[in-house]
C-alpha cells in the first residue's frame, strides 16, 4: 500500500533507518508492507517479521512501524485489528466447512439451501407474507451459533491476554508490539490444535483501575516515542556511573577490614556463606518485589537497562532484578558454586569488589552493544554478568587447576571453561543470535572478572597486597597441580 505522501527519498530512507544497508527500493517496500498492515489490521497477525529470504530485521520493522504512525497518529489500530480478526475467522470457517463437505465429512442441508428456499411457492406470496418459517428458522440458528462463537471468542481472549501478561510482566517497552503467546485447545479425540504464532498483539489487556494506573505509571515511553539523545547522551552517565563503581570496589578490595566474630550476625557461620546467603536473600526479596504494581515504575527505572531510556543507576540496579524464577535460580546457583571458592581466596572485600566491578561492566557492555546496533526494544536484567565475573576470577587464581563440583571433578583445566564461555557468547553475539540471552553483558562480565582475578594473583604473587589465598581450606596438592574445590 502506498505510503499517503509517496515513497521517500534516499537520503529520508538512510536517515530513518540510520543505516547504508537500506536502498531506497528496500526501505520504501518495507514502509509500503508496514502501512498495509497498519490500514488493513493485518499487524495482530504479522507484526514485526518479513520472510527470512528478505533479510528485513525486526528492528528495521519497527522503525518503518513508527513512522508510518506518525503520519496517521489518530488512526484506530485496534478496530482495525478486531476486524481483520473478524474477517479471518469467517474466512477460515468458510474455508474448513468447504473442506468438510469436499471430503465428505458432512453435506450441505438442502433445507437451508437459500437458493432452493427462494424458489418455493410464488414472488407475490412472498411478498404477502414476508421472510418463510424455514428462513426464519435459519436466521434464529445462526443467531445463536454467532452468540455462542462471540462468548467463546471473548473467553479466549481474556484468557490468552493473562497468559500474556503472566509472560510479559509490567514492562512496556517493545513500541507498543508485545511478545506473543501460543495457546492449544485440546478436540475431539484428544487432539491438541496449537494457535498460530502471533508477532504482535494490540488488544488491551483488562485489569483493575488501580492496576492499570500502575502499569500506565511504569510504561517509560509514552506514546512510543523515542527520546530524542544522542549515544553521548546515552552512555556518558552510565559509563561514569561504571567508572565509579570500579574505583569505590578497588579501595574496598584494598582497605576493607572483616569484623571480630562477637560483631558478626552469624558468628558461627563461614563467611562465605554468610555474604552469598546475604546476597540470595536480596535478589529473592527484589523478585517478589519487582510483582508489586506499585513498585513497577521503580524497577522499569532503576533495575533495567532500557537504551532508549537508560539510567545511569540502573548499571548497578539491574544486577539485583530476574525475569523468571528460573533466571533467579540459575544465576544464584553459578554464584555458589563458585563463589564459596573465591570468598574463601580472597576474602569477603575483594570478593565484592570483583561481584559489583563485573555487574557494572557487564552492564555496560550491554548498554552500549544495544545503542551501537540501535536496539530500542531491548532490555536487559539479572545478575548473570556480575555471577560470569565470579566464575572467571575463580579460575583466573588458578588456571591450571582442575574444577571440581560437588563430587564431580571437570575433565579439563579452569582457563578451558573461561574460554569455552567466552566463546560461546562472543560467537552468539557476532552471529546475532536471537537467544534472549545477554551476550553481551556476559562478555563484559567475564572481562571484567578476568581482570580482576589476573589482578589479584599478580598482587598476592607480588608481595604488594594483604590478601592471601588459603590453600588449606578450598585446595588439595596433587602431582597435576591443585584441585578448586567449587561445591
Request: charged letters at 20%; glycine letters at 10%.
Amino acid at each position: 500500500m502506498p505510503l499517503p505522501n509517496g515513497d521517500l527519498s534516499q537520503p529520508d530512507i538512510k536517515t530513518l533507518f540510520g543505516s547504508e544497508g537500506v536502498d531506497v527500493d528496500n526501505g520504501n517496500y518495507i514502509l509500503n508492507v508496514m502501512h498495509w498492515r497498519r490500514m488493513s489490521g493485518a499487524l495482530v497477525d504479522s507484526g514485526l517479521d518479513f520472510p527470512r529470504r528478505s533479510g528485513v530485521t525486526r528492528e528495521e520493522a519497527l522503525q518503518a512501524l513508527q513512522y508510518v504512525r506518525s503520519l496517521d497518529p489518530g488512526f484506530d489500530e485496534q478496530a482495525a485489528g478486531q476486524t481483520w480478526a473478524e474477517e479471518e475467522t469467517l474466512r477460515l470457517q468458510e474455508e474448513i466447512q468447504q473442506r468438510a463437505i469436499s471430503v465428505g465429512i458432512y453435506k450441505r442441508d438442502p433445507e437451508y439451501d437459500e437458493g432452493e428456499e427462494m424458489d418455493q411457492g410464488t414472488p407475490e406470496g412472498r411478498e404477502r407474507t414476508g421472510e418463510s418459517v424455514l428462513q426464519t428458522h435459519r436466521m434464529e440458528r445462526e443467531a445463536e451459533w454467532e452468540q455462542e462463537q462471540a462468548e467463546a471468542k471473548v473467553k479466549q481472549e481474556r484468557e490468552e491476554m493473562a497468559a500474556l501478561h503472566s509472560i510479559r510482566g509490567p514492562l512496556e517497552l517493545a513500541g507498543g508490539v508485545q511478545r506473543s503467546v501460543a495457546s492449544t485447545q485440546t478436540g475431539t479425540g484428544g487432539i491438541v490444535i496449537g494457535s498460530g504464532p502471533q508477532s504482535a498483539w494490540l488488544a488491551p489487556i483488562e485489569r483493575k483501575p488501580w492496576v492499570k494506573y500502575y502499569e500506565d505509571q511504569a510504561n517509560l515511553l509514552k506514546d512510543n516515542v523515542l527520546p530524542n539523545l544522542s549515544a553521548f547522551d546515552r552512555l556518558a552517565p552510565s559509563f561514569l556511573v561504571a567508572l565509579a563503581t570500579a574505583a569505590l570496589c578497588l579501595y574496598l578490595s584494598q582497605n576493607y577490614t572483616p569484623p571480630p566474630k562477637s560483631a558478626r550476625l552469624w558468628p558461627d557461620t563461614p563467611p562465605a556463606v554468610a555474604t552469598l546467603t546475604a546476597i540470595t536473600a536480596v535478589l529473592t526479596l527484589a523478585f517478589v518485589a519487582s510483582r508489586v504494581p506499585p513498585l513497577w515504575r521503580f524497577f522499569n527505572t532503576y533495575c533495567t537497562i532500557v537504551p532508549a531510556l537508560p539510567h545511569s543507576v540502573s548499571m548497578l540496579g539491574y544486577m539485583i532484578r530476574h525475569g523468571t524464577i528460573a533466571h533467579l535460580v540459575v544465576n544464584t546457583a553459578a554464584l555458589w558454586v563458585f563463589g564459596l571458592t573465591l570468598h574463601e581466596d580472597v576474602g569477603r572485600g575483594t570478593f565484592l569488589a570483583i561481584f559489583l566491578a563485573a555487574g557494572a561492566f557487564g552492564g555496560f557492555t550491554s548498554l552500549a552493544s544495544q545503542v551501537w546496533k540501535k536496539q530500542w526494544a531491548a532490555y536487559a536484567y539479572g545478575v548473570s554478568a556480575a555471577a560470569l565475573g565470579v566464575v572467571a576470577a575463580t579460575c583466573a587464581l588458578r588456571p591450571q587447576g582442575t574444577l571440581q563440583v560437588g563430587t564431580w571433578e571437570l575433565p579439563f583445566a579452569a582457563w578451558v571453561l573461561v574460554v569455552l564461555l567466552a566463546g560461546t557468547d562472543v560467537l552468539a553475539a557476532a552471529r546475532g543470535l536471537r537467544t534472549g540471552i545477554d551476550h553481551w553483558g556476559h562478555i563484559g562480565g567475564l572481562a571484567t572478572g578476568l581482570a580482576g582475578g589476573l589482578y589479584v594473583r599478580w598482587q598476592t604473587r607480588g608481595g604488594q597486597g594483604v590478601m592471601a589465598f588459603r590453600p588449606a581450606a578450598v585446595t588439595e596438592a596433587t602431582g597435576e597441580g591443585e584441585v578448586v574445590r567449587t561445591g
